[in-house]
């Protein structure tokens, strides 16, 4: 069943419901009103005809009859026995007792019967039938059916023309996000110059294709780049290769070639390595594994890591870490630490120095209030929060925009490197639902920092 079957129904049994209440609501008042009515006029003529016994005898009794058309009145004794009647009055009906309405069926017809006390403990009882009443209200019933089904068709045609014209949009969406394909997913969904439900799921829609574009792109990038970078080595060493295989080669040749072809080699393999690392540090990649650690291990393991080059390049590392131990994934969490540490080495002037911080924040601050706040960390008891500040020639703006994707390197970037280095960090902050950026650092220099939430963050004593 459609969406707009199911709205059509949906109001027009709400309209059907309404006029059903309220018809039953108003037969109801109808008859009740009537009844009210007839029960007083029967309680004025029985009242009328007990004072006109007491001043006149019977003959009030008669002569009131033509004054209240349709009602008949009975006068009995004390012990119930039949004095008077007026003509068509029933005969062998059960007569109420003196102040009573009561209402008796005789033969298929319904009476409201009132009685009074007459003068020598007479019983004066008024009476009329109900099916005038009944009548009555059979006419309201049928009347109020016809226009109830009327207005229930009615109700029909409008609540499918409003579910149509309310959906009509919809269709609208549907049509043109069954046309968009992936060659042509530059094209966006019509959106709605007000700001309604349909106006922000077009919105919500557009979004959506611009992330997939991105990502889509991103994916041909990824593989173009990968592809070049594959192709120079792979190039080099077919041709170093077919220079080992001529046989005019004489030795010096020969072992030049194998030398480059070696150096062609071991950089595909750190290809590859770098290409696995950006592959199992994604959220994707391999799940958490969460291990108890303190921040100054961490610290020291990576700094250790990373003494051969900074002594290469002259660059002093001065580290800072509490010794609070924290629950993380260690092998993400030195990677991109490592991996952030040798980019800062890397761009940093020789003989500089590069600052690595790190510390476990419970209030949700951190060691520098510009960094984002993460909630998860907060709520797991704290937030491991990490800066390496160099003083190298920092970030222009069109490059910190895509500083964390595969392949992307700066203006100023030397060595072999691939441009997954930091791509690898941010995937493994944000396998951790943490939080990283870049930014220019007072004085020169880039700031890069790091936010993952710690687990159970607690003290733990110093080496």
């Known amino acids: 069943m459609t969406i707009r079957t199911r709205l059509t ?17 108003v037969w109801w008042q109808l008859g009740a009103m009537l009844r009210a009515s007839l029960d007083q006029t029967l309680q004025t003529r029985a009242a009328d005809v007990a004072t006109s016994l007491e001043n006149a005898g019977q003959v009030g009794l008669q002569q009131s009859n033509a004054t209240a058309p349709g009602v008949f009145t009975v006068i009995v004794d004390g012990t119930g026995h039949l004095v008077d009647a007026t003509a068509g009055a029933p005969v062998g009906l059960p007569m109420p007792a003196a102040g009573a309405a009561r209402e008796v069926r005789q033969s298929g017809v319904t009476y409201l019967l009132r009685a009074v006390n007459a003068p020598d403990g007479d019983v004066v009882v008024a009476g009329s039938s109900l099916v005038p009443i009944e009548r009555a209200q059979a006419s309201l019933a049928l009347v109020l059916l016809v226009v109830g089904l009327g207005a229930g068709l009615l109700s029909l045609l409008g609540g499918w023309w409003l579910a149509g014209r309310a959906l009509r949009p919809v269709a609208a969406l549907t049509l043109e996000a069954a046309a968009i394909g992936a060659a042509d997913l530059d094209r966006r969904l019509p959106e709605t110059a007000t700001n309604d439900e349909l106006g922000r799921l077009a919105h919500t829609l557009n979004g959506m294709l611009d992330r997939l574009e991105r990502g889509l792109r991103q994916q041909r990038t990824f593989v173009a780049a990968a592809s070049h970078d594959l192709r120079s080595p792979l190039a080099a060493l077919q041709a170093e290769l077919e220079l080992a295989d001529r046989s005019d080669a004489d030795a ?33 990649g391999r799940a958490l ?9 961490l610290v020291e393991s990576v700094v250790a890591r990373t003494a051969a080059i900074a002594r290469q390049r002259r660059v002093a590392v001065v580290q800072r870490a509490c010794e609070r131990e924290v629950e993380v ?12 540490l040798t980019n800062a080495i890397l761009y940093s002037p020789l003989g500089s120095q590069v600052d690595l911080l790190a510390d476990v924040d419970d209030a949700g601050a951190g060691l520098s209030p510009a960094g984002p706040r993460d909630e998860a960390g907060r709520a797991h008891g704290g937030v491991l929060v990490v800066e390496i500040l160099d003083r190298g020639p920092g970030l222009p703006d069109a490059v910190r925009e895509h500083l964390f994707e595969p392949f992307q390197r700066g203006p100023n970037a030397t060595g072999p490197g691939f441009g ?21 650092r007072d004085g020169g220099g880039t700031r890069f920092w790091f936010r993952v939430p710690a687990g159970t963050a607690r003290k733990s004593p110093a080496t």
Request: no cysteine; proline share 2%; aromatic share 2%.
């Open 9 to 25: 129904l949906s109001y027009a049994g709400a309209i059907g419901a309404t006029l059903a209440l309220a018809g039953v609501a």
């Open 252 to 284: 010096t040749e020969l072992r030049s070639a194998i030398v480059a072809a070696h150096a062609d080699t071991v950089r595909l393999g750190d290809f590859a390595t770098a290409l696995l690392e950006l592959s199992t540090a994604e959220t994707d």
């Open 289 to 297: 594994v969460r291990r108890p650690v303190r921040v100054g291990e």
């Open 329 to 340: 994934d260690r092998v993400r969490v030195e990677q991109a630490i490592s991996n952030l």
């Open 420 to 440: 997954l280095g930091l791509a690898t960090a941010a995937a493994g902050v944000r396998a951790h639902r943490g939080t990283i950026g870049a930014e220019p």
